[in-house]
């Protein structure tokens, strides 16, 4: 059976490939302590699940219009006009299955053979991918952790060509964390209007900062940006719900139209259950959005105390998300846990798995060697455990 080339080329998910490792592992029997996934450990706040319920007993289990219900539609605009200031119609609005899906949508909607795509390095797996499979090229800017992870305005300039097509900014990142202060932000968004480009403000954790960190949503900060940005957000992370699979882009309604288009062939609807219960996440009681916030906060706290005393690491304090990125690349070609000895990120993931059974993502996935992921959507018991482990594996 002949596979096509695109798909071919296509790496698999290498957040979803760690996280099968260590599944592997642990249906061996071993206690394994897991900090690759993306996705809060808590249960979806119980107003949200009963939204969820009543919509199945009222009969909504049919299908929706594909680019979602207007309600929700609705309810996507209140919120951001509620949160930040901005108003947007529902014809501005396309919900999908989760954000991924939204992202696809919209790459496929406005990218082709030899358009360029500008993506900060390092970034969320998911993104050259997409890329890629348009056609389009990936145009990867490196930051640094000197920068905490931040593409400055003239870098961003400096990579605009005449095929420019987008640019991809993920505002607060996985896999960093990082939070870009407002001026900064403020700056790129000078550039795409003066350089009159689309930028692609994947803001799906912006409801996760930290003290000292301000988030600001991409379209708010200059006049002439709202009609060059697509948000992409959903209700994965900030209320718990990433097994719901809902998404959204917000955008030029002539934009958001090709990615209706486009989802109506590929997928019939959001499904209609979780589309009401997300209503009831954005309209209803926000205070578990805080509550949630504030437990991250303190595992945040105690990560970055312990990535302090790690021998040899170095890193760039996260302001949003729940991520900690660091830098191993001082133990490479020397003896660890096990005896082990790994020139690179994957392979340092790898033995640190097997010798202390810590479940950690190459940083070689994200476009920054020499680094690796850690999740801190995890209780602090695992969080003490599994730190205790990395300690031990690289003082041996």
């Given at each position: ?99 991924k899906h939204s992202i696809h949508n919209l790459l496929t909607a406005t990218c082709e053979p030899g358009d360029e795509v500008i993506i900060p390095t390092p970034y969320w797996v998911s993104y050259s991918a997409l890329v890629e499979l348009t056609g389009a090229t990936p ?13 400055s305005a003239d870098q961003f300039a400096s990579a605009i060509t005449d095929k420019t097509r987008l640019m991809m900014l993920n505002n607060p990142c996985n896999p960093t964390g990082a939070a870009y202060p407002v001026e900064a932000l403020e700056a790129i968004a000078q ?206």
């Amino acid at each position: 059976m002949k596979i096509s080339a695109s798909i071919r080329s296509l790496k698999p998910s290498a957040t979803i490939a760690a996280a099968a490792k260590a599944k592997e592992l642990k249906n061996k029997g071993v206690k394994v302590y897991e900090f690759t996934l993306g996705e809060p450990d808590f249960t979806t706040p119980q107003h949200i699940q009963d939204a969820a319920i009543a919509a199945m007993q009222a009969g909504h289990t049919h299908y929706t219009p594909s680019g979602g219900i207007a309600e929700l539609k609705q309810a996507i605009c209140s919120a951001y006009e509620r949160d930040h200031g901005l108003q947007y119609q529902p014809s501005e609005v396309l919900v999908s299955n989760g954000a991924k899906h939204s992202i696809h949508n919209l790459l496929t909607a406005t990218c082709e053979p030899g358009d360029e795509v500008i993506i900060p390095t390092p970034y969320w797996v998911s993104y050259s991918a997409l890329v890629e499979l348009t056609g389009a090229t990936p145009v990867m800017v490196d930051t640094t952790e000197e920068s905490g992870f931040c593409m400055s305005a003239d870098q961003f300039a400096s990579a605009i060509t005449d095929k420019t097509r987008l640019m991809m900014l993920n505002n607060p990142c996985n896999p960093t964390g990082a939070a870009y202060p407002v001026e900064a932000l403020e700056a790129i968004a000078q550039v795409a209007v003066e350089r009159d480009v689309l930028v692609m403000s994947d803001e799906i954790y912006e409801k996760l900062i930290y003290e000292g960190s301000e988030f600001r949503s991409l379209p708010t900060l200059r006049e002439g940006m709202r009609e060059r940005t697509v948000v992409v957000s959903g209700v994965s992370k900030a209320y718990a719900m990433t097994g719901w699979r809902i998404g959204w882009a917000m955008g030029p309604a002539e934009v958001i139209k090709a990615m209706d288009k486009l989802q109506s062939q590929e997928t019939s609807n959001p499904c209609s259950i979780s589309q009401y219960a997300a209503i009831e996440a954005l309209n209803g009681p926000q205070e578990c959005v805080e509550e949630m916030r504030k437990e991250f906060a303190v595992r945040r706290e105690y990560v970055l105390e312990r990535l302090r005393a790690l021998p040899e690491v170095t890193f760039a304090e996260p302001g949003g998300a729940f991520y900690a990125f660091f830098n191993v690349a001082a133990h490479f070609g020397r003896p660890l846990g096990g005896g082990k000895v790994v020139d690179n990120a994957s392979d340092f993931c790898t033995a640190l798995l097997e010798e202390a059974h810590v479940a950690l993502v190459t940083g070689d996935a994200f476009g920054a060697p020499g680094y690796v992921r850690l999740s801190f959507a995890t209780d602090l018991e695992t969080l003490k455990a599994g730190f205790d482990r990395l300690e031990a594996f690289l003082s041996a």
